[in-house]
């Protein structure tokens, strides 16, 4: 073929591929603790307020679904 080395992966290349996935409460932990680092203490950031699934604390109870799969770059 004339693009057999066309890209980041050449033919007969093997990659591997990851799909995760996790719940709506463990997202919106994530979220609003990332958006809180990326305020850095601004005085002109909106306050947030960080969404934990702990009673009592401020933390995160999760679990993570992971699925690999192997791949045959053609």
Same mark, same amino acid.
């Given at each position: 073929?004339?693009?057999? /080395?066309?890209?980041?992966?050449?033919? +007969?290349?093997?990659?591997?591929?990851?799909? %995760?996935? @996790?719940?709506?409460?463990?997202?919106?932990?994530?979220?609003?603790? /990332?958006?809180?680092?990326?305020?850095? +203490?601004?005085?002109?950031?909106?306050?947030? %307020?960080? @969404?934990?699934?702990?009673?009592?604390?401020?933390?995160?109870?999760?679990?993570?679904?992971?699925?690999?799969?192997?791949?045959?770059?053609?």
């Amino acid at each position: 073929m004339l693009f057999d /080395e066309d890209g980041l992966f050449q033919v +007969g290349d093997t990659a591997v591929v990851r799909f %995760t996935t @996790i719940d709506q409460q463990t997202f919106k932990f994530w979220k609003t603790f /990332e958006n809180e680092q990326n305020n850095g +203490g601004s005085p002109f950031a909106s306050t947030n %307020t960080i @969404i934990s699934n702990v009673d009592g604390g401020l933390g995160l109870w999760a679990g993570y679904g992971t699925v690999y799969d192997t791949l045959i770059i053609k």
